[in-house]
């Protein structure tokens, strides 16, 4: 079936590291990516996203990168700093109709609990 | 600007009580959402709009009923709650088009005992 998951529940990084949080996702027509970050008690908050016609997009500390060819996506964030930590969701577009308004085709994966140890 | 507003951030219900969720934006989104969140789990889509009048299915609807009669707001009604409805739930809103994110909510937690 259609899937969008994580390779790893848990990441714990050094302050100052880089850190990278992968995604596999299994529909060849998804055409729509994005990340999001999720803080304790707080709802999920967009972060950046990638179009399918795109392998790489940076934002301020950010860059996601979407391989095509092996159905991955990963989010790297530069100088991970203690208020990174969170959970972090990948999300799937699953192909036409979002631009019409058809509907919403966005399936999430299960997250990836970033730590930033001190 | 509020942004998305959810009320209330935490309920608990007793099997068969019916309750509404609200939800609110002030930012003239077509497209508004709710998702359940559940331990282990990613989010799962209950119910959509793609504006006013209009609403459709998502991924997991049977227990939840939408509306949607004005632009800013899309209550969700549990008409009999049970035990597997207990999860946190999150409303959702973006402009229509490929571009966008969600803007999410803060989320209600319900309980169901």
């Known amino acids: 079936g259609e899937s969008v998951g994580l390779h790893l529940p848990t990441l714990s990084v050094q302050e100052g590291d880089n850190s990278i949080i992968n995604c596999a996702y299994s529909n060849s027509a998804s055409d729509y990516f994005i990340w999001y970050k999720q803080e304790s008690g707080k709802g999920p908050q967009f972060i950046i996203d990638?179009?399918?016609?795109?392998d790489k997009r940076q934002g301020q500390r950010v860059t996601v990168l979407l391989n095509k060819t092996v159905k991955h996506l990963s989010l790297q964030i530069a100088a991970t700093q203690p208020g990174d930590s969170a959970v972090y969701f990948c999300?799937?577009?699953?192909?036409?109709?979002?631009?019409?308004?058809?509907?919403?085709?966005?399936?999430f994966g299960t997250g990836t609990q970033l730590k930033v140890e001190l | 600007n509020a942004g998305v507003t959810q009320t209330p951030k935490f309920q608990v219900l007793k099997t068969g009580q019916s309750m509404t969720l609200q939800c609110a934006q002030d930012m003239n989104h077509e497209y508004m959402s709710w998702y359940r969140q559940d331990p282990g789990m990613g989010l799962r889509l209950i119910h959509y709009s793609v504006g006013a009048g209009i609403t459709d299915q998502g991924e997991v609807p049977n227990g939840y009923n939408v509306s949607r009669s004005t632009t800013e707001d899309f209550p969700l009604r549990l008409l009999s709650a049970a035990p597997s409805q207990t999860s946190v739930y999150f409303c959702a809103s973006s402009y229509r088009g490929v571009h966008y994110g969600y803007t999410f909510g803060s989320g209600t937690r319900l309980t169901v005992v």
């Open positions: 999300a799937e577009n699953k192909g036409p109709g979002w631009v019409t308004g058809g509907g919403n085709k966005l399936t």
């Open positions: 990638i179009r399918s016609n795109m």
